[in-house]
């Protein structure tokens, strides 16, 4: 008996879905790629498929190790758990940080760690100077203090792009002052489509790097976490104890290399998309929290955005809030319903009230 896979070779059901490029649904490439794996037990550390997914990314970042999560929330929160030895400790993040605002508290259960979640001055991102060194807690006998022991900076962050300079400075800062740089790379596929930096210098920068499988990427499940050949060990031991040992994982392994090498090429074009339709919003008027650099659009949450999530749903676009998120399982019809929507409320708006803006 043959497996009828048709399901996943159409459009996908996330064809007009701008909540979260987290809705993406497994190609047929992906699927079939079940057909490569392995079946070994990847907690005995015996499943050559799951070995060869670590060790691509791990390539790709340049890091000598790398370890398959179920989540990038897991990759994150035992990233930070092994960097961390014993408290009283800190954690400096942006205030949007994933890993402080998203991951239900696990900094202070599972790291028994303070967050110290810094508002950057310029808005966008924390740079050395104006917000890391004037919040930094050196580890120097002061007794009052929870020493600032992780730095863990995210890209993107709403989107935007974290300017490798400054990345540059925090990590030789933290090498000097002996502070663990965790990079949250959720999202690091997009930022590489435009990034002047090679994929395979980040490594440096960092002492361990998340990147995640099933946002952009499209596959259905994981994570991997980067780092050295001592820590991934250590990191292991810490995913095991949070239940994160997958057996057969050869399966999950295949379709997230089928996955990465099918959907990656199509990052360029999602970000056309967000472009274009970022362009027609600054054409009407309709502000934005900052210019788009990758594949989100943030519509200003000081405006209205309940009425405009109404008119997007009405017309059968799956809307949730101000942030339009797009992935390579948005079609073209889906960006040219949303154009010609905003184009028509423009319209009718100002044949009504005669003002030029309707966001009031
Ligand atoms: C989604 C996300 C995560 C966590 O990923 P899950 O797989 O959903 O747990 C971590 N960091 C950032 C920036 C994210 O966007």
Same mark, same amino acid.
């Given at each position: 008996m043959s497996v009828d896979l048709s399901v996943f070779g159409g459009v996908s059901p996330a064809h007009n879905d701008f909540r979260s490029d987290t809705l993406t649904t497994p190609t047929l490439e992906t699927v079939q790629a079940i057909s490569n794996s392995t079946l070994g037990d990847a907690v005995y550390e015996e499943d050559d498929k799951t070995h060869e997914l670590e060790q691509y990314v791990a390539i790709l970042l340049n890091k000598p190790k790398g370890l398959f999560c179920v989540s990038g929330t897991m990759s994150n929160q035992i990233a930070v758990r092994t960097h961390l030895k014993q408290p009283p400790h800190s954690v400096l993040c942006d205030y949007r940080g994933h890993i402080f605002v998203n991951e239900a508290g696990g900094l202070a259960t599972l790291s028994q760690a303070m967050v110290q979640p810094i508002h950057p001055k310029n808005g966008k991102y924390m740079t050395l100077v104006d917000d890391i060194e004037p919040n930094f807690i050196p580890d120097d006998g002061e007794i009052h203090g929870a020493p600032t022991k992780v730095i863990a900076l995210e890209n993107t962050l709403h989107g935007m792009v974290y300017p490798i300079e400054e990345i540059k400075r925090i990590s030789v800062f933290c090498k000097e002052n002996d502070v663990k740089l965790h990079l949250d790379g959720a999202r690091l596929w997009d930022a590489l489509v435009? %990034? #002047?930096? =090679?994929?395979? #210098?980040? @490594? +440096?920068?960092?002492d361990s790097i998340s990147i995640c499988l099933s946002k952009g990427i499209g596959a259905p499940i994981g994570s991997i976490l980067v780092g050295d050949e001592k820590y991934i060990t250590k990191a292991n031991h810490f995913r095991k104890q949070q239940g @994160? @040992?997958?057996? +057969? /994982?050869g399966i999950l392994a295949a379709m997230a290399l089928a996955a990465i090498k099918g959907n990656f090429p199509k990052f360029a074009q999602v970000h056309q998309y967000t472009k274009e339709v970022a362009d027609v919003c600054d054409l009407l008027d309709i502000p934005l929290e900052h210019p788009p650099q990758t594949n989100f659009i943030f519509i %200003? =949450? /000081?405006?209205?955005?309940a009425k405009l999530v109404e008119i997007l749903t009405a017309a059968g676009l799956k809307v949730n809030s101000g942030r339009l998120a797009f992935h390579h399982q948005i079609t073209r019809e889906s960006v040219d319903k949303i154009i010609q929507v905003l184009k028509e409320w423009w319209l009718k708006h100002n044949k009504e009230s005669g003002s030029g803006t309707y966001y009031k």
């Open positions: 435009h %990034d #002047e930096l =090679p994929l395979l #210098e980040y @490594g +440096q920068y960092f @994160g @040992g997958v057996r +057969q /994982s %200003d =949450p /000081s405006k209205n955005i």
